[in-house]
């Protein structure tokens, strides 16, 4: 028919579908929900989880943080709950003209942004000890490649730093 369109369904997942498609474990997935990470968008008449797509895009940042980033669990959680409080507060910042209330969601904001770049600072500070560490032993190890390359034996430490 022209000029008609289709009602599209929002695709729904089920668990072991979700967790195939973003390369977690059907026990991963439910471990996030219990710790409240992730909530299904529906449940089936059968009472299966059903996960939609922002379900799916929630569990891609959630194991990119815990994977590629290095956040435990409780991090990654506080993360989301700052990420959902600055969508409320969006939200309720543009419906109110109210100067107090303005404010009061602004300095929120500030709290969970503050917050949020403590726990990034405190990342980069680990994985900048870490480096420091690794090229300390680099340079040990070059060091001992140096004198056995002319001849020497090496004389300050083992090897194995």
Known sequence: MVGVTAETKPRLLRITEVADEVGLTARSVRYYEELGLLKPAARSEGSYRLFDEDDLERLRFIRGLRDDAGFSLAEIGQLLVDEEARERNRARFRTTTDLAERTAIVR???????????????KAERIARMIGEVEERRRHLEGHLRDLEAGREPDHGTPSR
């Open 108 to 122: 929120d904001a500030l709290e969970r942004v503050e917050r949020q770049a403590t726990s990034l600072r405190g």
